[in-house]
C-alpha cells in the first residue's frame, strides 16, 4: 500500500495537481463566516494539493467522508492512494503512518476520538516522538495526528477525556488545540508542514460553529505560527487563559465581567506544547492576576504548568492568589446534569476572576 502511495506521490509534479478549488478564495477583504469544520477540511484540502507527499488515513475518511465530515470530497478528489479508508485497529494504521513518515512521506492520522489514540499511544511516544532525538536529527518524523479531543455531549468516560496535558508533557511531540476558524485552519496548515510530529486537538462541539474570517485567512499561503497564543481580547485587571471550546466560555464570562467593571484580558492559548509563556506572564505583569480555565483534570494540567511559570517568572507581580478552573477530578459521568457538572461552565470563571479582583468572598468563607 505505502508503496504505491509512494510511486504516486513523488511521480506527481506539483504543476500537475490542480490547486483546490476552495469556495473561500476570491472573497473580499471583508470578513465572512466559515465553520470549523470547513476551515479544517480547507486546509487539508490546499495541503493535498500543494504537496503531493501529504495523504489522509483513518476509520472512515474516505467513503463515508469522515466521521465527522472533515474529509468530505477528498476521497473524489485524490482517490484511494491518498485518502485511505483503514480497519478499526488504531495501533496498526499509526504504526504504518508513523513508518511512512520516516520513508519522507506526511500522512495526517485521523482518531475517531483522541481517547482512541491511547491503542496506539506507544508508536506516538516511542518511535514518532523520540525517532529525531535518538538518531541524532538523521529521521524526521512528519505527520499529524489530529481527532475530537475532551467533552462532547453524553458519550460518557471513554469518549470525553482531554488529553492535552498527557501529550504536552512528552519532549518530541507539538500539542495544538484550535478554537475559532481561523485557528483550525492556519494551525492545521502549520501542523502539515511541520518537520515533527503533531498532535492536533480539535473540539466536536465546535465543528458546527461559525466563525469570521478575514481575506487573509482565506489565503492559501496563510498559516499560523507554532508556539504562538492569540490576545482575544484585551484587558487590565485579570488574565483568562483558556484553550480550544474553553476559550469561547472565557470570553462570555469576559463579557458578563466588563458589566461589573471588570476588565478581563482573554488569553487562546492555541499551542499547548510548546508553550507561549512569554505572552502569558507578560498579561500577568499587566493585570497582576491569572484565572486559568481546561475541560481536562486539575492535577497535572496545563492551568498547573502555567501556574508554576508565573511563579517563577512573574510572583512579584501577582496581587492575589491564581485561580484554576478545570474538569471534575472524576470520569466523566454519563447522566446530562452531572456532565454539565464535570464540565467548567462561564458562571464558575466569572466567580473566579471575581475572587481574583477581590469583588466577593472567598471559596473558604463563603463555605
Not at 92 to 115: D, Q, R, S
Not at 202 to 212: I, R
Amino acid at each position: 500500500m505505502l508503496g504505491i502511495i509512494r510511486q504516486k506521490a513523488f511521480g506527481m509534479s506539483l504543476q500537475t495537481i490542480r490547486p483546490a478549488a476552495s469556495v473561500w478564495r476570491g472573497y473580499s477583504s471583508a470578513a465572512k463566516e466559515m465553520t470549523v469544520r470547513d476551515a479544517l477540511n480547507s486546509a487539508l484540502d490546499e495541503e493535498m494539493s500543494a504537496d503531493p507527499k501529504v495523504f489522509l488515513m483513518g476509520e472512515e475518511v474516505g467513503e463515508y467522508q469522515g466521521a465527522y465530515k472533515i474529509t468530505k470530497g477528498l476521497l473524489e478528489k485524490y482517490g484511494p492512494e491518498r485518502v485511505l479508508d483503514t480497519p478499526i485497529t488504531e495501533a496498526g494504521f499509526t504504526g504504518i503512518g508513523v513508518g511512512a513518515a520516516y520513508y519522507g512521506l506526511k500522512p495526517v492520522v485521523e482518531f475517531m476520538t483522541i481517547n482512541f489514540s491511547l491503542q496506539a499511544i506507544d508508536h506516538i511516544i516511542n518511535s514518532a516522538a523520540k525517532s529525531n532525538y535518538m538518531s541524532a536529527g538523521r529521521i524526521s518524523v512528519p505527520i499529524v495526528f489530529r481527532g475530537p479531543n475532551g467533552a462532547a455531549a453524553g458519550v460518557g468516560a471513554q469518549h470525553s477525556q482531554c488529553y492535552a496535558s498527557w501529550y504536552a508533557s512528552c519532549p518530541g511531540l507539538k500539542v495544538l488545540a484550535p478554537y475559532s476558524s481561523e485557528d483550525a485552519r492556519g494551525l492545521l496548515k502549520a501542523a502539515i508542514r511541520d518537520p515533527d510530529p503533531v498532535v492536533f486537538l480539535e473540539n466536536e462541539l465546535l465543528y458546527g460553529e461559525s466563525f469570521p474570517v478575514s481575506a487573509e485567512v482565506l489565503d492559501s499561503s496563510f498559516c499560523l505560527p507554532i508556539g504562538k497564543a492569540k490576545i482575544e481580547r484585551e484587558g487590565k485587571d485579570v488574565t483568562i487563559t483558556a484553550f480550544s471550546k474553553m476559550v469561547g466560555y472565557a470570553l462570555k464570562a469576559a463579557e458578563i465581567l466588563a458589566k461589573e467593571g471588570i476588565i478581563a484580558e482573554v488569553i487562546n492559548l492555541r499551542s499547548i506544547r510548546p508553550l507561549d509563556k512569554h505572552t502569558i506572564n507578560a498579561s500577568v505583569r499587566k493585570t497582576n492576576r491569572l484565572v486559568t480555565v481546561e475541560e481536562g483534570f486539575p492535577q497535572h494540567g496545563i492551568g498547573a504548568e502555567i501556574c508554576a511559570s508565573i511563579i517563577e517568572e512573574s510572583f512579584s507581580y501577582l496581587d492575589a492568589p491564581v485561580e484554576r478552573i478545570a474538569g471534575a477530578d472524576v470520569p466523566m459521568p454519563y447522566a446530562a446534569n452531572l456532565e454539565r457538572m464535570a464540565v467548567p461552565q462561564v458562571e464558575d470563571i466569572v466567580r473566579a476572576a471575581k475572587r481574583a479582583c477581590y469583588r466577593s468572598a472567598p471559596m473558604a468563607a463563603a463555605q
